[in-house]
Structures are given as C-alpha cells and as structure tokens.
C-alpha cells in the first residue's frame, strides 16, 4: 500500500512538472511577441530584425472596395524599412487584446486579436497570427499574417 501511494505521488508530481514547463514555454513565447510589439512601438529594428529568423515573409489578409478578400505580402526587412520611415512626430500603436498560445516542442503558435491606432485615432482591428521556432533556447518568428477590418471592431480607446 505505501509503495503504490508513492509512485501515484511520484505520477502527480511528474504530470505537474509537465504543466509547469509548458506554461513556461507559453510565457516565454509571450513574452516574446510582447518584446516585439515594444521594439516595433519604439521603430527599432534591429530589435525586430533579431527577433525574426531571417527575412520572413508578412501577409495581410483584407478586403478590397468590392468586399473580396485580398492578400498582399511583405519581406520582413521591408517591413522594418517602412517602420524605421515613420516621422517621429507620428504615433502608433497596435494594441493586443488577448493571446491564445499553443507549443508542441520547438513550436509555437500565436493568435493576438488587434487594434491600430495612429495619432490617436483608430485605423484598423483584426488578427495577427505568428508563427514561432526555438532555437538554442530562443523563440524566433518565422511568419506572420494578420487580418485588417474597419468594421466589426470594438474600439477600446
């Protein structure tokens, strides 16, 4: 009787610590997508470009004047170029409104519903969705694709 009470605390402790490292792995990839949203409101790219493996590719995904669904795409350092460009007497800000994180080992997947507002003023909402690898204990972004709407958004100012 104690020898089984032992291993079933042993299994207990086990899938516990199982838990614990997943949730880590979540923190950290979110911790990840929080420090590019930082580098990306500051326009530091070598910040972006560090945390990019290599010159991903970045979709949208909106709708064009006749409601049908558009995708245009961007090379990553394009996209720095273009934040980089931004007059600093500008402001923006994307504001994340949750995450909703899902790791399987050296992968993570990230969906962060949106709003962006520039001097002030709401532009745009949507998705963006990332896509993530660990290597040597990093999380890099390896695509990104978001969705881009004015309507159907709750703007919380």
């Known amino acids: ?11 207990v402790s086990f ?14 990839v979110k911790e ?5 949203f930082e580098a990306f409101h500051k326009q530091d790219t070598v910040a972006l470009k560090r945390m990019a493996k290599g010159n ?26 273009s934040i980089a460009s931004i007059p600093k007497d500008r402001t923006f800000e994307e504001k994340l409104l949750g995450f909703d994180i899902k790791v399987d080992g050296s992968m993570a997947s990230v969906w962060t519903p949106y709003e962006f507002w520039y001097n002030g003023k709401f532009s745009h909402c ?9 290597e040597n204990e990093t999380w890099k972004i390896i695509y990104l694709v978001d969705t881009r709407r004015v309507e159907q958004c709750s703007k919380k100012s």
């Open 126 to 134: 949507g998705v963006n969705s990332f896509q993530l690898i660990k």
């Open 15 to 28: 899938v516990f610590s199982l838990n614990g490292t997943a949730q880590s792995e979540k923190d950290a």
């Open 56 to 81: 991903i590719t970045m979709q949208s995904i909106s709708l064009d004047e006749n409601n049908t669904s558009m995708l245009s795409e961007m090379k990553f350092y394009d996209f720095t170029k």
């Open 32 to 36: 990840t997508i929080i420090t590019f």
């Open 1 to 11: 009787m104690k020898n089984t009470f032992s291993k079933i605390i042993m299994v």
